[in-house]
């Protein structure tokens, strides 16, 4: 066996091993969180299915607090019959049946998904009826409830089933797995609506894209034209300059009272501005976020200050996610030229998909530190490509850089600890592994990567170590018991069609994050689709609609990709280690999966959002080139992916350009 052979087999068993053991962790997780009281997991049953009170979908936050929800079912018998009720209640019940009390509530909501047996006395001839009070705290009362016995008798929920508040003024009751009715969606046009309606600017730009590469390709242009090719780092600039002009165009006719909880980062940086101190995570809505953003800002405010007043000021602080928006188009060339060194088709494309993501255009505009965090992690991701795949950069230096984008990252964002072992694998594992490599160029990996994680410690633990000095634990999340904040949103709990469904998002994509988690990340990577945290149609962003809705069935295309792109990666798993796409992919699972498991155990629509992965706009750009570069050697389709580009380019730009 050759040594290539006999490496390639090693890397793929350990990479087998990392997988296997990722997947156990994963469910051992997933199964310990549904185990336990708190998390808000509907089961379902063959029998029957999760009812509640049919109420409109609300968007914004509830306050803390307890509710009762009455359920009854009216039924008659045509003969005598003896049955036993088996019941769930979320999360504690009592039970009448033709207004006798079965079963009081005894008060304790920890075991409700323990299932509640009744037997009932031989019921007689005539009509009868099931009540169940079902108590909730902090989340909607939901009932299961189904029947055995010798004969018959189908009193399952949801058929049949009414629901009440008050025992007065009852209305039939909803299957859980349903969406609240949500109105504000309906203002918009559907997708394909939209997308017709924006076919008179998108045709013409498709021709001209299209058009020119396949005229060079075929030689039918002057002699001079012919022979010109557009560099990936002209498209660089000339991205780079339509981001800056939209900047500056949209600077001041922005309102101040947009973006996602623009009221607490603005709070954060004035605490910091004021008080020259970092604020417990105890003391306001968005104060448990790490404090590189708010320091940056908070400095950056007080200098404005001197020279403007607050209202000018507020709208300068914008500079900064703008400016981190604009680093983040740069990542992605960069990365973009590690990944594709010899196709500059490959290198264009994930510049273009990377740093044109329509999540980037609708976070980078307001206060927040989830584009500093993203420019880090994007940086963080450029590092371990460079000590991966150039071997003369495999310096010290190279790991420092490592360790110190690592580490603003985590001081950004505390989702971004996510990469911590994701960079130790798949740093190592190639350079371990790699035959050229002798045993000290090996060593002095280890002692890189030794040096890296020094550094990350240096520049972003020490707030996580004084948060468990302080608190007992390192993280502290928005909706912790610690923080007394107290809150809740829709949905207040969890089923199976929040998991298991997807499609809503490609043609009705507003707020799509009440369907589910799939619809949810699918409509916030594309677009808009939270209209950066306004609920009301009138007080939405002013973006362009039509465009914004066309691109949610223009994204088919690049999601088609980008999973063509991990298909790619698995099936040359170890030529995809030591290339770093295995790594990119990986960001993406890693995240992903971190995403699915926060929406299993906050049960809020707004945790379906994929700006948690906004520091993996490398990733995206990349492994959408990837799943598409085999097929670029043919002059047709390099030519209509010219157009698609194109389009995209306009159409993204225009949508977010006021």
């Not at 109420?55 to 803390?64: G, K, V, Y």
């Not at 280690?577 to 699972?589: D, E, P, Q």
Request: proline share 5%; with cysteine; charged share 15%.
């Amino acid at each position: 066996m050759s040594q290539d052979s006999y490496r390639n087999r090693v890397v793929l068993i350990i990479l087998i091993l990392a997988v296997c053991i990722f997947a156990g962790a994963g469910l051992y997780a997933f199964n310990s969180s549904l185990s336990k009281p708190e998390n808000s997991y509907l089961t379902a049953h063959s029998e029957a299915r999760w009812i509640k009170l049919d109420l409109p979908f609300r968007l914004n936050a509830r306050s803390n607090g307890s509710e009762m929800i009455l359920f009854r079912r009216n039924f008659e018998l045509d003969g005598p019959v003896k049955i036993t009720l088996h019941i769930k209640a979320f999360r504690g019940a009592g039970i009448w049946l033709d207004g006798m009390p079965l079963r009081k509530f005894d008060g304790d909501l920890d075991k409700w998904r323990d299932e509640i047996v009744v037997d009932l006395p031989e019921l007689s001839v005539g009509k009868h009826e099931f009540k169940v009070a079902v108590v909730n705290e902090n989340a909607h009362p939901a009932l299961l409830l189904w029947a055995k016995g010798a004969l018959p008798l189908d009193i399952s929920t949801p058929h049949g089933w009414e629901a009440s508040r008050d025992d007065f003024v009852w209305n039939p009751a909803a299957d859980a797995a349903k969406t609240g009715k949500l109105l504000i969606g309906d203002k918009f046009k559907r997708a394909d609506q939209a997308l017709l309606a924006s076919l008179p600017m998108m045709l013409p730009l498709f021709v001209l894209g299209a058009g020119l590469v396949w005229l060079r390709e075929k030689e039918k242009l002057p002699a001079g034209l012919n022979k010109t090719e557009i560099s990936p780092s002209a498209i660089r600039f000339v991205l780079l300059g339509l981001w800056t002009v939209m900047a500056l165009n949209n600077f001041h006719e922005l309102p101040f009272k947009l973006g996602m909880d623009h009221s607490g980062h603005y709070k954060y940086i004035e605490y910091v501005a004021q008080n020259l101190k970092l604020p417990s995570p105890l003391e306001g809505w968005q104060m448990f976020q790490p404090p590189l953003y708010y320091i940056i800002s908070a400095a950056f405010y007080k200098f404005l200050l001197v020279f403007m007043d607050m209202e000018s000021a507020l709208y300068w602080l914008r500079l900064i996610p703008l400016a981190c928006g604009a680093g983040l188009i740069e990542v992605c060339y960069r990365c973009s030229v590690l990944a594709f060194k010899e196709d500059r088709m490959a290198r264009i494309g994930a510049t273009i998909i990377g740093g044109f993501m329509p999540m980037n255009f609708a976070m980078a505009q307001f206060w927040g530190n989830e584009p500093v965090a993203a420019l880090f992690s994007s940086l963080t991701i450029f590092m371990v490509l460079t000590v991966v795949c150039v071997q003369e950069k495999r310096n010290l230096k190279q790991f420092a850089l490592l360790g110190l984008f690592l580490g603003l990252a985590i001081l950004s964002k505390a989702t971004c600890t996510l990469l911590i072992p994701l960079v130790i694998f798949f740093v190592l594992l190639p350079l371990m592994a790699e035959n050229s490599e002798s045993s000290a160029q090996k060593l002095s990996c280890v002692r890189g990567i030794v040096l890296a994680l020094i550094t990350t410690a240096s520049v972003g633990g020490w707030y996580y170590l004084r948060n468990w000095a302080s608190y007992g634990k390192p993280f502290i999340g928005g909706w912790d018991k610690i923080r007394e904040i107290g809150w809740w949103q829709d949905h207040g709990y969890r089923v199976w069609e929040h998991f298991g469904t997807f499609g809503k998002s490609i043609l009705k994509p507003v707020y799509s994050t009440t369907d589910g988690i799939w619809d949810g990340l699918y409509s916030t990577l594309w677009l808009d689709a939270n209209l950066s945290g306004k609920s009301k149609f009138m007080s939405r962003p002013p973006w362009d609609d039509d465009l914004m809705m066309a691109t949610a069935l223009l994204a088919l295309i690049p999601s088609i990709l980008i999973l063509g792109g991990i298909g790619r990666t698995f099936y040359k798993p170890v030529k995809s280690v030591f290339n770093g796409r295995m790594f990119l992919t990986a960001c993406i699972v890693v995240y992903f999966t971190a995403e699915a498991y926060l929406y299993l155990n906050l049960p809020v629509y707004s945790t379906a959002k994929a700006s948690y992965t906004l520091g993996l706009l490398p990733c995206y750009g990349i492994l959408a080139m990837t799943g598409v570069q085999p097929l670029l050697k043919n002059i047709y389709i390099k030519s209509v992916m010219s157009g698609f580009l194109t389009v995209w380019v306009s159409t993204v730009y225009l949508t977010y350009f006021v």
